[in-house]
């Protein structure tokens, strides 16, 4: 109301040119703006977890390579294809597995914190505290394949000549 009547109020003759704009409903302000955070905070996320698997990627590699001799030996006492790449693969879902919680224990920390200091009440959903951990197990079975496969190829002989 105070919209339509403020330029009739500042200039009655020339009230026709002047416009006033209202300002957004502040709930619906509060949704857009939480929506966008919301949309920021998940593609953080997303981005973190290819960082995080591309990190296991390269470390499971780097382990593949420094070990290239021992893959050999146990591939030339009798272990299968499949026993190498399980190794490797475990290994990548274990550091997932520790990646996710302590991401979980750093991002519950950091919230429980933040609400102490302004003194909230902090709410923290249990099935994300949950989840969290299992996503990083994931993150890692699939950062792992490439090179649970990669070490899983290699050929006894050729490992033990190096």
Do not use: K
């Amino acid at each position: 109301m105070v919209a339509r009547q403020a330029p009739t109020a500042i200039d009655a003759i020339a009230a026709a040119r002047l416009e006033a704009v209202p300002p957004p409903d502040p709930r619906g302000l509060f949704n857009v703006v939480r929506g966008d955070l919301n949309g920021l905070f998940v593609g953080l996320a997303v981005i973190c977890l290819i960082v995080g698997a591309v990190g296991i990627m390269n470390t499971t590699l780097v382990s593949v390579l420094e070990r290239f001799g021992e893959i050999g030996l146990r591939r030339s006492v009798g272990a299968l294809r499949r026993h190498i790449a399980m190794q490797f693969l475990a290994e990548s879902v274990l550091l997932g597995s520790i990646g996710g919680l302590i991401g979980t224990a750093l991002g519950v920390g950091v919230v429980v914190g933040v609400a102490l200091w302004h003194g909230w009440t902090a709410i923290v959903d249990p099935q994300l505290v949950l989840l969290s951990p299992v996503l990083g197990a994931v993150t890692g079975a699939v950062a792992g394949v490439y090179p649970a496969l990669r070490a899983s190829w290699i050929e006894p002989l050729e490992a033990l000549r190096r």
